[in-house]
């Protein structure tokens, strides 16, 4: 890959990721095609001599896993560069307070949900299992 490399990086506006990436036509269509306009938008920077050009694109943190998903299929053997820091992880979180007697019940229900073959997001299924293995394990 020559030029930019990948990154999706804090925005000021704390909803929103700046996602840079090279050029790619087919990059941006399907990033519009999957992304609502609402929901992104292209960031101009102006250069030396006074003319805009494409810096970035500011999209809402709600797709943030689509867009990661988006840029490994375009470019899988780059890294994307990312200062996010995680957010506690909601399903560590829930394992955490489930009783002991709840635990299996719970997680076979969101696997039920979450598993990629009934329509589920594959990255959320494999954060279940670590997450329900570590409860297991203590």
Not at 96 to 113: E, H, S, T, W
Request: glycine share 4%; charged share 35%; net charge negative.
């Amino acid at each position: 890959m020559k030029g930019r490399k990948l990154a999706i990086l804090k925005d000021e506006d704390g909803d929103f990721v700046r996602v840079y990436s090279p050029y790619s036509p087919m990059f941006v269509e399907y990033l519009k095609a999957n992304v609502p306009a609402v929901d992104r938008e292209p960031v101009f920077r102006e250069t030396h001599d006074g003319r805009k050009r494409f810096s970035h694109w500011k999209v809402n943190r709600i797709y943030l896993n689509d867009i990661v998903k988006l840029m490994n299929d375009f470019w899988p053997n780059e890294d994307i560069e990312s200062d996010l820091v995680e957010d506690s992880d909601w399903i560590d979180e829930m394992f955490r307070v489930i009783p002991d007697n709840k635990v299996d019940f719970v997680y076979r229900a969101l696997a039920q949900c979450l598993h990629p073959d009934v329509g589920g997001d594959e990255e959320l299924m494999k954060r279940l299992n670590i997450a329900y293995q570590r409860r297991k394990s203590e």
